[in-house]
């Protein structure tokens, strides 16, 4: 049976599974689901400073190739999940807890917060939250980037990692990774957020499928993989320092097995998870035993990073 263990900023981890921030983490009773569930890590729902009930709803709709939202950042608030990482038994499995104020100011007061509680758990700083009428993402503005992360960096003493959105250039990829790898402390990018502002249409009904926004939302699912695994690869090539978490079209144990050979080193579960629930897990990870043992690969490390170019 191959080996699924590995390590992130040194924890160990049972597996390289865990959830995309927003799915399955909003309330203490789906945290502890995922705290229980097969997944090696966790993370919890994006938070602002002060709970947020986020846009009307429709705001997600799944689709047969993926899923489309414009959640807008619903959540309990900082303290909600502050006090969930201060439970959180970290024996059992690390925990993410993922930040996305509505401004620099609030990121720094959660920020300072974080710093003093005395927890283990890993900051994952939301660059690129496609959702929130009025304000842009972060992760697309170079020069906000860069100031964000530097005023981050300075107020927060512990190694973070960034939420990026897709990125679609050659240029764009060396630009953010410039910037990232300007900061020692990100210790890891997540690559990548939905695709933001697509827009899905039902034939019959000639409408818009979510509410939000005219219906126009973040695109996740089968649909963003070959954006997430170049995302993945691109900054893996780019940022030699830093450990960087795929998210994107994740459905089975073969895409688990793609996103780790274009070198993720942790992956994520969205609009899978979504559908099917913490049991996905279980059965991504059988899946991806069979592929190892099927090209005779024992751990991770064999093939992790590996992808060869023709
Ligand atoms: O697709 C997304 N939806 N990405 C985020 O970062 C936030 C989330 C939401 O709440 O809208």
């Known amino acids: 049976m191959p080996d699924l263990r590995t390590e992130f900023l040194d924890l160990p981890l049972a597996n390289p599974l865990m959830n995309a921030s927003g799915v399955w983490c909003s309330?203490?009773?789906?945290?502890?689901?995922?705290?229980?569930?097969?997944?090696?890590?966790?993370?919890?729902?994006?938070?602002?400073?002060?709970?947020?009930?986020?846009?009307?709803?429709?705001?997600?709709?799944a689709t047969p190739w993926g899923s489309i939202n414009s959640m807008g950042l619903p959540n309990e608030g900082f303290p909600y999940y502050l006090n969930y990482a201060r439970c959180h038994d970290y024996e059992r499995k690390p925990l993410f807890m993922s930040l996305a104020g509505l401004t620099l100011d609030d990121n720094l007061t959660m920020v300072a917060e974080l710093?003093?509680?005395v927890t283990p758990v890993i900051m994952e700083l939301n660059l690129s939250c496609p959702n929130v009428p009025g304000k842009a993402?972060?992760?697309?503005?170079?020069?906000a980037m860069d100031t964000f992360i530097h005023e981050?960096?300075?107020?927060?003493?512990?190694?973070?990692?960034?939420?990026?959105p897709p990125y679609f250039d050659i240029?764009?990829?060396?630009?953010?990774?410039?910037?990232?790898?300007?900061?020692?402390?990100?210790?890891?990018?997540?690559?990548?957020n939905s695709i933001g502002n697509g827009l899905v249409i039902d034939p019959v009904s000639e409408?818009?499928?979510?509410?939000?926004?005219?219906?126009?939302?973040?695109?996740?699912?089968?649909?963003?993989?070959?954006?997430?695994l170049a995302n993945v690869n691109a900054f893996f090539r780019r940022c030699p320092d830093k450990?960087?978490?795929?998210?994107?079209?994740?459905?089975?144990?073969?895409?688990?097995?793609?996103?780790?050979?274009?070198?993720?080193?942790?992956?994520?579960?969205?609009?899978?998870?979504?559908?099917?629930?913490?049991?996905?897990?279980?059965?991504?990870?059988?899946e991806l035993q069979a592929i190892m043992?099927?090209?005779?690969?024992?751990?991770?490390?064999?093939?992790?990073?590996?992808?060869?170019?023709?």
């Open 243 to 286: 450990k960087i978490i795929g998210c994107g079209g994740v459905r089975s144990g073969e895409q688990v097995f793609l996103h780790l050979l274009a070198g993720a080193a942790l992956v994520q579960v969205g609009t899978q998870l979504f559908e099917e629930g913490p049991l996905i897990f279980p059965r991504l990870l059988e």
């Open 171 to 192: 240029a764009h990829f060396d630009e953010a990774a410039a910037i990232l790898n300007a900061y020692p402390q990100i210790a890891f990018v997540t690559c990548i």
């Open 27 to 61: 309330v203490a009773s789906q945290l502890e689901a995922l705290a229980e569930c097969a997944a090696g890590a966790m993370v919890t729902k994006s938070c602002t400073l002060a709970q947020r009930d986020g846009n009307p709803e429709p705001r997600y709709r």
């Open 293 to 310: 043992t099927a090209k005779g690969y024992d751990r991770i490390t064999d093939f992790q990073g590996k992808l060869k170019t023709l």
């Open 207 to 228: 409408t818009v499928v979510i509410r939000p926004k005219d219906g126009f939302g973040g695109i996740g699912g089968d649909f963003v993989l070959p954006t997430a």
């Open 137 to 143: 993402q972060v992760g697309y503005d170079f020069e």
């Open 152 to 164: 981050i960096a300075d107020a927060y003493d512990r190694p973070f990692g960034v939420k990026l």
């Open 115 to 117: 710093r003093e509680a």
